[in-house]
Nanobody, 129 residues
Framework: QVQLVESGGGLVQPGGSLRLSCAAS????????IGWFRQAPGKEREGVSC????????YYADSVKGRFTISRDNAKNTVYLQMNSLKPEDTAVYYC??????????????????????WGHGTQVTVSS
């Protein structure tokens, strides 16, 4: 079973930045697609971004495009989410998740459906002044 641990969340002012990390064990990232999701109180889970471990192809939700950047370090089995220009509406618990490699043309659909088999326990991001 894939094991995932998120870290890097915290309290930040609007306009600030955070970098989240997702450390994976029992996997080789080359064979997986890794996604970041978030869920705020009273709202449905939202797919934020995902990245193919094999070639680094990425997909971003419109809500974060231009502000967030997903990346990976396969040697460290770690995926990152750099979050800039944070807004109060970014406040949520952020989760990383993995699934076997998704074709580039299917990444949007996979993120929308949340079709990922393994999930971390989340890290809280709070954007507030």
């Amino acid at each position: 079973q894939v094991q995932l641990v998120e870290s890097g969340g915290g309290l930040v002012q609007p306009g600030g930045s955070l970098r989240l990390s997702c450390a994976a064990s029992r996997v080789t990232l080359d064979y997986y697609t890794i996604g970041w999701f978030r869920q705020a109180p009273g709202k449905e889970r939202e797919g934020v971004s995902c990245i193919r471990g094999s070639d680094g192809v990425t997909y971003y939700a419109d809500s974060v495009k231009g502000r967030f950047t997903i990346s990976r370090d396969n040697a460290k089995n770690t995926v990152y989410l750099q979050m800039n220009s944070l807004k109060p509406e970014d406040t949520a618990v952020y989760y990383c998740a993995t699934t076997l490699a998704v074709p580039p043309g299917e990444m949007e659909r996979a993120l929308l459906l949340g079709a990922f088999g393994s999930w971390g326990h989340g890290t809280q991001v709070t954007v507030s002044s």
